[in-house]
Nanobody, 121 residues
């Protein structure tokens, strides 16, 4: 089992920045690829970004490419998402997940409870 706890969400104006964190405990964090997903009201959960177990490769949704940066610190069992130039359409609950990497939520075995990000116009 891997327990994941997100933090860092909040209310920010359009154009602003936030940094999300995800603290992991339980099984060895570095065994897993990690991902960030988000879900807005009445929408399906969508892929945001993922990172390989050693941080060597990262992937982004087209909608966030160039604005968001995913990173991890295996020594601290932590995952991060730096979000810059935020837009109102980025408003959602953001989830971190541990699993096999990629953009499909079904490839991830463990999920956090989520943190709300609200971007005002």
């Amino acid at each position: 089992q891997v327990q994941l706890v997100e933090s860092g969400g909040g209310l920010v104006q359009a154009g602003g920045s936030l940094r999300l964190s995800c603290a992991a405990s339980g099984r060895t964090f570095s065994n897993y690829a990690m991902g960030w997903f988000r879900q807005a009201p009445v929408k399906e959960r969508e892929f945001v970004a993922s990172i390989h177990w050693n941080g060597g490769r990262t992937y982004y949704a087209d909608s966030v490419k160039g604005r968001f940066t995913i990173s991890r610190d295996n020594a601290k069992n932590s995952l991060y998402l730096q979000m810059n130039s935020l837009k109102p359409e980025d408003t959602a609950v953001y989830y971190c997940a541990a699993g096999s990497s990629g953009s499909n939520p079904e490839w991830y075995d463990y999920w956090g409870q989520g943190t709300q990000v609200t971007v005002s116009s």
